[in-house]
Nanobody, 115 residues
């Protein structure tokens, strides 16, 4: 089973940018899809973005136009470029890999956006 390690989180002011990385222990090209979810304090984990093996992308409405998901199969890494960050983007961000019906999660990385 692939293992996922996220990095790139931190504290940023509103309007700033961060790039999250998700490094996989195995090949991500074999995965049906890779994605990002987030969980804010006191809230349920929610979908943020996904990218399929064919390169198609889907975004949650509130991040469209601000976040970009991408993948580098040679590096077995998925990225989430986050621009124009807002305080409501504050959350722990989790990387997820989907292979058929099996989901594998990373440990998460904290993103805090100050106003």
């Amino acid at each position: 089973q692939v293992q996922l390690v996220e990095s790139g989180g931190g504290l940023v002011q509103a309007g700033g940018s961060l790039r999250l990385s998700c490094a996989a222990s195995g090949s991500i090209s074999s995965m049906n899809a890779m994605g990002w979810h987030r969980q804010a304090p006191g809230k349920q984990r929610e979908f943020v973005a996904t990218i399929t093996s064919g390169g198609s992308t889907i975004y949650e409405d509130s991040v469209k136009g601000r976040f970009t998901i991408s993948r580098d199969n040679a590096k077995n890494t998925v990225y989430l470029q986050m621009n124009s960050l807002k305080p409501e983007d504050t959350a722990v961000y989790y990387c997820v890999a989907k292979l058929r019906q099996i989901l594998t999660w990373g440990q998460g990385t904290q993103v805090t956006v100050s106003s």
